[in-house]
């Protein structure tokens, strides 16, 4: 092991530009062994050029420049590519944000890990099979026998992260380079994660972490470095930085985190949100002994699925809740829980095995498609990831023009005024019309996926994690935009997340999911100060808080 004295990484004025964009300049940083750096900025800040130029993977077109980058006194700038393919994994471990394009959807998870293992050690076949177990248990994978055997693609999104998370420790390497690795992760995997990666430092690995979580930085980082437009404005302790931000731009970032932040509470510098014509909803005063119809009700749902194997998995066992007009309830839970299987049945896109849904007090999910089409428009869906869920072909007014006419005219020029209003309502300009989606920012595209939802002029819609691959600041905003769209039209929402804070600062009522089953629920507040079922209480201790002074 090298001296703690010795700088594990040196970083001195690096500069990567792409032709003549440059996107990271003059940074400068040094990471010691058992320590933790963390990058934290913007979706285009530089923070993941910054952590590629590192394992010299910044890009084909790239241009990297640097006074110092060196790893344990080894200039990097210098290396060939067999040194590098020497290097990465063994003594750099590297664990992408994006774990469904980083593992090979053809071969098992178990054969990804084991490859690192088969190619820098000279373990037997059977202790590297025992390694890859002991890996996929340290990551917080259920049935690490079953999941080595299975394709990437059978697994969720957090299970894929986890997995890719095993591959990039399994020769616990020297420096660990952490691109957003919780980013898709619930609260209480993301704990055992970050606990896993702390355990790490201990043994004497540094880490740089790439994150947007400032809940997650302020967990794991010794230091901390804020980087915005490829420039590092501010660094310093993380207690520093977090409790006494001298930069506009840090105080900023942490003024959108919702922790904390009351119902209605903005988060974001943007104004309200106010549409010239559209009046907020009047809520008509009730009192408090009369009751008030829900919008949505859910009652006993439940549903199995049948596995490879030809065994039957239940996803959803008895679920029951409703929805009132005007509000928001939050389904929470791990990932596999029963949220989204949960939402499709409500949508009316999975038929529940026993139970029912009612739509304003009328059958729902007992319908035949032929039957809800007509009503179809009443209910709306904004997904986790709006670009797969749009029509590649279609331009944005393509897009709203397709969810204004329903199918039956993709004529953007005849819904042209409609589709103006729409963006206008989301806060983007009518130039947006003709653009394609694929060149919108993340923020843009979600703001989007909401216009669509809202063109059939739906009363309830269904949110499924749309806001966990946003960054803090357009999470906020899009937050706020969704509050101000409640009030405005009198929307009622079912928001499914895992985010924690997020649920407490957007909803009036709380389920909360474990296994397909509904363990508690109740109004948001009372759920969060006294949560009465065990699962709950570890769930809430398990989610990290920003430190504050």
């Known amino acids: ?164 998370i095993a591959s990039a420790i399994a020769l616990e390497p020297g420096l660990i380079i952490a691109d957003e690795p919780t980013t898709a992760l619930d609260a209480t995997i993301a704990a055992q994660v970050l606990d896993l990666l702390g355990a790490l430092r201990q043994q004497g690995s540094g880490m740089l972490l790439i994150s947007h979580d400032l809940a997650a930085v302020s967990r794991v980082a010794d230091d901390i470095a804020v980087m915005h437009n490829g420039r590092i404005l501010e660094s310093g302790s993380a207690e520093q930085v977090l409790g006494n931000p001298q930069h506009p731009y840090t105080q900023r970032l942490l003024a959108a985190v919702p922790a904390g932040k009351p119902r209605h509470t903005r988060l974001s510098v943007q104004p309200l949100i106010k549409v010239p014509g559209l009046e907020p909803t009047p809520q008509v005063a009730v009192a408090p002994d009369e009751p008030r119809y829900p919008v949505l009700t859910a009652h006993n749902l439940s549903k199995s699925f049948k596995m490879p194997n030809g065994a039957s998995f239940t996803a959803v066992h008895k679920a029951s809740f409703e929805l009132l007009p005007g509000k928001t309830l939050s389904v929470i839970g791990e990932s596999g829980s029963g949220k989204t299987t949960t939402a499709r049945m409500v949508l009316g896109l999975l038929k529940p095995d026993t139970g029912a849904v009612t739509l304003f007090g009328s059958p729902w999910s007992k319908l035949s498609e032929a039957q809800r089409r007509p009503r179809r428009p009443q209910l709306g869906a904004i997904y986790q990831d709006p670009l797969s869920s749009f029509d590649p072909r279609f331009n944005v007014g393509q897009l709203l023009a397709d969810a204004l006419s329903f199918g039956a005219t993709r004529s953007s020029r005849k819904h042209l005024t409609r589709i103006k209003e729409l963006l206008n309502l989301v806060g983007l300009e009518s130039g947006f019309i003709t653009r394609n989606p694929a060149t919108l920012s993340g923020g843009q595209r979600q703001r989007l996926a909401i216009a669509r939802a809202l063109a059939p002029n739906p009363r309830v819609l269904i949110c499924d994690e749309p806001v966990s691959a946003l960054d803090v600041s357009i999470q906020a905003q899009v937050l706020d935009l969704l509050d101000d769209l409640q009030r405005q039209l ?43 079922h065990p699962y709950t209480r570890a769930l809430l201790a398990a989610a990290p808080e920003v430190l504050r002074s």
């Open 1 to 164: 092991m090298i001296s703690p004295q010795v700088p594990l990484l040196e970083v001195k004025n690096l500069n990567v530009s792409f032709g003549h964009h440059h996107v990271v300049q003059n940074v400068s940083f040094t990471l010691t062994p058992g320590s933790c750096l963390a990058l934290v900025g913007e979706s285009g800040s530089g923070k993941s050029v910054t952590a590629r130029s590192l394992i010299g993977l910044a890009g084909k077109h790239s241009k990297v420049s640097a006074q110092t980058l060196a790893f344990k006194g080894t200039d990097l700038l210098s290396l060939n590519q067999r040194t590098w393919r020497n290097l990465r994994g063994k003594d750099l471990g590297f664990i992408l944000q994006d774990a469904l394009t980083s593992l090979d959807p053809l071969r098992k998870i178990g054969r990804e890990i084991d490859d690192a293992l088969r190619i820098h050690t000279q373990l037997s076949p059977t202790t590297r099979a025992e390694r890859v177990i002991e890996l996929l248990m340290s990551v917080g994978l259920d049935d690490p026998e079953v999941r080595a055997g299975q394709l990437s693609g059978e697994l969720s999104g957090g299970m894929r992260q986890r997995a890719l």
């Open 490 to 532: 009198g929307l009622s929402y079912v928001f499914i997340t895992h985010d924690l804070s997020v649920a407490r600062h957007m909803s009036d009522d709380v389920v909360v999911m474990r296994r397909g089953a509904l363990v508690e629920s109740g109004p948001t507040e009372e759920v969060f100060t006294a949560p009465a």
